[in-house]
């Protein structure tokens, strides 16, 4: 018997929520992070992106800055990218720095 058999790249996964997510949102899943590309209605099955390049909201002001090549997280509770790693998962690396004043950081996902 196979100790493995290969389903799909893994560039997405399945996933059912209990209540509406929109395109775009961010769903946690104990260590996983991903990203719903599409809107999944309730109770149907779609799916969430784990892989890829995303632009991911960021906090703000003095001190928000992400260089390239930084570790990522999300913080689920504020709902934006940071560097703290410490009560966030981890969403990958920033590919493209972001300034203070941006809203947005380019992180390409990693698991």
């Keep these: 018997m196979a100790q493995a058999i290969f389903r799909h790249?893994?560039?997405?996964?399945?996933?059912?929520p209990a209540a509406d997510v929109a395109a775009g949102e961010v769903v946690v899943q104990g260590?996983?992070?991903?990203?719903?590309?599409?809107?999944?209605?309730?109770?149907?099955?779609?799916a969430l992106a784990v892989a890829?390049?995303?632009d991911f909201a960021k906090a703000t002001g003095g001190g928000t800055a992400i260089t390239a090549g930084a570790n990522v997280y999300w913080d689920d509770t504020n709902n934006v990218a940071t560097t703290t790693a410490t009560g966030n998962k981890l969403i990958g690396k920033c590919v493209k720095a972001a300034a203070d004043a941006d809203a947005t950081v380019r992180v390409r996902m990693m698991q």
């Design 52 to 54: 890829g390049v995303f």
């Design 9 to 16: 790249d893994g560039s997405s996964i399945d996933y059912t």
């Design 31 to 46: 260590e996983l992070v991903g990203v719903a590309k599409l809107d999944i209605k309730a109770n149907t099955l779609g």
